[in-house]
């Protein structure tokens, strides 16, 4: 179990002339979280205003990020990395609005080219449609007396226009496709005319401007599109030497801006006089000396006050001013806990004054995991998968997914060869029964049972026999201590939960505040667990009453304790809850189930594999190769469920019976100012 890292508040006192310096210095130093001001909160200050160069260095950003988009610039575009001042000395001199005039031009030539092609479909989609009347186009307009219209219709128009005088030109119309149609008649029929082809669902088809014959006008328009298209492929090409002349350019520009922005804003967030500026931040209490002598020599005319370091009481916090009550989050773990700190934020971030639970999900979620799959056959591909996930990948949730596939794979792999002994379903040791196969009988290799006996648990049969094969998922001996073995760890498992609220509640309130507000749960805890341990006694294992009294007085006893000093805090709930214990412990019996669950799938796939198919087949070439990969399919099967049952289950023992006891989140995740550089390098990267 481990706290947040301890924190300081540190007070920043400097002359305005030198704020930007002092700006410089809080990234620089790379360990200040900063306090945001308040109005009204120190009497004759107020909040600052943004830097000068703040909205010009914005204006650029989005000019720049405008650009990447239409270039197609994205985080993934290998880029190279430019120097801080080369970059700052580009921008300076306006490179970015040279290099937006550059990209604007071509993407006008773009767009106009892109109209003009879909100008040209539009009309080539008329022209076909026309070309089925052969009708020249000039034909359509220029009447003084007559109106025309043409367009596609779903059925023959000569009946719906029987009794008006028109002439009517048509391509053939089918049933199916329907067909195209012409239509001249006189101008003050022409309501009465598109009424009645509304009928026959008349869609109009725009006539080009053009003269001739419709085939030839659609053949010059084809020609149109091709040389256009020609065009567009071209501009294309041109964007292509836009991105890659300037994607360095464009991608160390938006970093750098970024960070101006960033920096010119600050002083919106801070204390600010005529003359002078005030900064509030908290940084880890080991690094707050060191940071109040880089400041004060880093900015002239700046003096650095540690203000004080919080404890963990709840008092210090109702004590401070509001805008200092809430004290940032520095997750305290090594490089392994570390990676485990992505499931505790899924549900929160640790407050200041509680455990970070990190560490414990660093231990069980993994050990949980590899109980459940406890094979060394499934093991092996889960350690390669995750140690090859954790080298290749950045993405958080994809190295939080690696990380319980490693971990939980070497605990899968530790049960599957020292506790259950089995590999692929079938355990290392033991004959074949016919329905259940062993490797030691299958490979013929009878020295295995020399090698496990030491290591592997053993039973003693009904016979007096002594077997050596390890833990059996679905064995009538094993199932009863496999349950049991769940129970007992869920019962330490909620134990230890209780024990950390209590120890969260000692470092807020002190021991006798967290004994009165939790300290009845842990009795009340143990109470049940010892009546309901003599109930098991007496209704499962027989026993005599009087052989169990003893834990049944002092459950009984440790339980009535715990009601009472849960009555005042908890009210009824103290004893509605009580039921819920014991569905918590039960709940791990879980454990055993899915292990047994994946257990008996492997014994029937493998029975399937090799006696159904390999041994009815015949034991030929091609019952091996077919056993052999029905073989990999299904366990392969078994692997992927194994993925989602063990991992999402462990995970659930940790969120909903763990967590929930002890940890109530809501804190603010430390954030330093700092300036982290990917596409541009600063002169100390340098040196």
């Not at 350019?249 to 010119?264: D, H, P, R, T, V």
């Not at 648990?457 to 002594?466: A, F, H, M, Y």
Request: net charge negative.
């Amino acid at each position: 179990m481990s706290l947040p890292e301890s924190m300081s508040r540190i007070v920043i006192v400097g002359t305005k002339s030198h704020m930007d310096e002092a700006i410089d210095a809080l990234f620089s130093v790379g360990a200040v979280h900063l306090i945001d001001h308040t109005v009204d909160a120190d009497e004759g200050f107020t909040l600052g205003t943004s830097r000068p160069y703040a909205a010009k260095a914005s204006e650029r950003l989005l000019k720049v990020r405008a650009m990447e988009k239409d270039l197609g610039i994205t985080k993934r575009t290998p880029t190279a990395p430019i120097s801080e001042s080369e970059i700052k000395s580009k921008i300076s001199s306006n490179s970015v609005e040279l290099v937006e005039d550059e990209v604007i031009s071509v993407l006008d030539k773009k767009n106009d080219l892109n109209q003009r092609i879909t100008e040209l479909n539009a009309t080539k989609k008329s022209l076909e449609q026309l070309s089925k009347l052969d009708i020249d186009l000039d034909l359509y307009s220029g009447y003084k007396s007559i109106f025309s219209t043409v367009g596609t219709v779903t059925s023959d128009p000569a009946s719906v226009l029987a009794d008006i005088p028109c002439e009517i030109y048509n391509s053939g119309i089918s049933k199916k496709e329907g067909g195209v149609v012409a239509v001249f008649a006189k101008k003050e029929d022409r309501e009465k005319v598109l009424s009645a082809l509304s009928d026959c669902e008349f869609s109009e088809i725009s006539v080009p401007d053009e003269t001739g014959k419709p085939s030839a006008a659609l053949a010059k328009t084809e020609h149109d599109l091709a040389a256009t298209q020609a065009e567009l492929a071209k501009v294309d090409e041109e964007l292509n030497k836009l991105l890659e002349k300037h994607k360095d350019f464009l991608k160390a520009s938006e970093e750098e801006l970024s960070i101006e922005a960033q920096k010119g804003e600050i002083p919106v967030r801070i204390a600010s006089s005529d003359y002078t500026f005030v900064i509030d931040g908290w940084v880890p209490t080991k690094k707050a000396e060191a940071v109040k002598i880089d400041i004060e020599a880093k900015v002239e005319g700046t003096y650095v006050e540690i203000q004080e370091t919080r404890g963990r009481t709840m008092k210090e916090v109702e004590e401070a001013e509001d805008r200092f009550k809430e004290v940032p989050t520095k997750f305290n773990n090594g490089r392994i806990v570390k990676e485990f700190q992505y499931p505790t934020k899924l549900m929160s971030v640790p407050r200041y004054q509680e455990i970070d639970p990190s560490i414990l999900i660093a231990i069980f979620l993994p050990l949980f995991f590899g109980m459940m799959i406890g094979d060394v056959g499934y093991a092996i591909p889960f350690i390669i998968l995750g140690a090859y996930g954790l080298k290749v990948t950045h993405h958080k949730d994809w190295r939080a997914i690696a990380t319980v596939l490693f971990f939980g794979g070497i605990w899968a792999f530790i049960f599957g060869l020292f506790f259950y002994g089995e590999c692929l379903g079938m355990h290392f040791i033991g004959e074949n029964t016919g329905v259940e196969y062993t490797w030691e009988a299958l490979l013929g290799l009878h020295n295995l049972p020399d090698l496990f006996q030491g290591i592997l648990p053993s039973v003693v049969l009904d016979n007096g026999e002594v077997e050596y094969g390890g833990v059996h998922k679905l064995g009538a001996d094993w199932i009863g201590f496999q349950l049991k073995l769940s129970v007992y760890i869920g019962i330490c498992h909620l134990l230890l939960a209780y024990c950390c609220a209590v120890y969260n509640k000692t470092i807020q309130h002190g021991f006798a505040h967290a004994f009165k507000e939790k300290g009845g749960w842990v009795l009340s805890f143990i109470g049940m667990v010892l009546i309901c341990y003599a109930l098991a006694m007496i209704l499962i294992e027989g026993q005599a009453f009087d052989a169990v009294l003893i834990p049944l007085a002092i459950g009984a006893v440790l339980l009535v304790i715990g009601i009472i000093l849960n009555l005042p805090e908890e009210g009824m709930q103290a004893v509605m809850e009580l039921p819920g214990i014991v569905g918590g412990i039960l709940s791990y019996t879980r454990i055993a189930a899915i292990g047994m669950s994946k257990a008996g799938m492997a014994l029937a796939f493998n029975y399937i594999c090799i006696g159904m198919i390999y041994g009815g087949l015949g034991e030929g070439p091609i019952a091996l190769v077919v056993a052999f990969a029905l073989f990999a399919f299904l366990h392969l099967m078994i692997w992927t469920l194994g993925i989602l049952s063990a991992g999402l289950h462990s995970l659930r023992l940790q969120f909903v019976e763990l967590m929930v006891k002890f940890f109530d989140g809501g804190g603010v995740e430390y954030e330093p100012l700092k300036i982290k550089r990917v596409k541009t390098t600063s002169s100390k990267d340098k040196a």
